[in-house]
C-alpha cells in the first residue's frame, strides 16, 4: 500500500488550503485514515482522523478550523484547512490503516509528508 500526499504549500495567516492523500496498491480494507503533523523539535500530534465508518476527531487546536473527509471508493483522504495560523506550520502526514485479511490486525502506512508554511 502506497499514500501520496499533495496540497501543501505557503500560505498568509487567514487562508485556506486543502491536502490530498491517495491510497494505491493492494487495498483489501483500510479502516482509519489520518492525519499528523511534525514541527522540528516537537512531538508529532495526531491532527484529524477518519474512520471507516465517517466518524471523525480533531485535536484541540485545529477544532472549528480544519475539517476531514473521505473518498471511500478512491481510498483518498482529505484535509480542508481553514483560518491557518502560523502555529499550524508543520510537515503534514497522511496514514492509512490497513489490513490485508478480514480479521487482521491493521498496519499503518504513510504518505512522504507535505509542508504547510502559514506566514504572519
Known amino acids: 500500500v502506497q499514500l501520496q500526499a499533495s496540497g501543501g504549500g505557503l500560505v498568509q495567516a487567514g487562508g485556506s488550503l486543502k491536502l490530498s492523500c491517495a491510497a494505491s496498491g493492494r487495498i483489501f480494507d483500510i479502516t482509519h485514515m489520518g492525519w499528523y503533523r511534525r514541527v522540528p523539535g516537537k512531538e508529532r500530534e495526531l491532527v484529524a482522523v477518519?474512520?471507516?465508518?465517517?466518524?471523525?476527531n480533531y485535536a484541540d487546536s485545529v477544532k472549528g478550523r480544519f475539517t476531514i473527509s473521505r473518498r471511500y471508493a478512491q481510498n483518498t483522504v482529505y484535509l480542508q484547512m481553514n483560518s491557518l495560523k502560523p502555529e499550524d506550520t508543520a510537515v503534514y502526514y497522511c496514514?492509512?490503516?490497513?489490513?490485508?485479511?478480514?480479521?487482521?490486525?491493521?498496519?499503518?502506512?504513510w504518505g512522504q509528508g507535505t509542508q504547510v508554511t502559514v506566514s504572519s
Open positions: 496514514y492509512a490503516d490497513h489490513r490485508a485479511t478480514w480479521g487482521a490486525s491493521p498496519s499503518k502506512y
Open positions: 477518519i474512520t471507516s465508518g465517517a466518524n471523525t
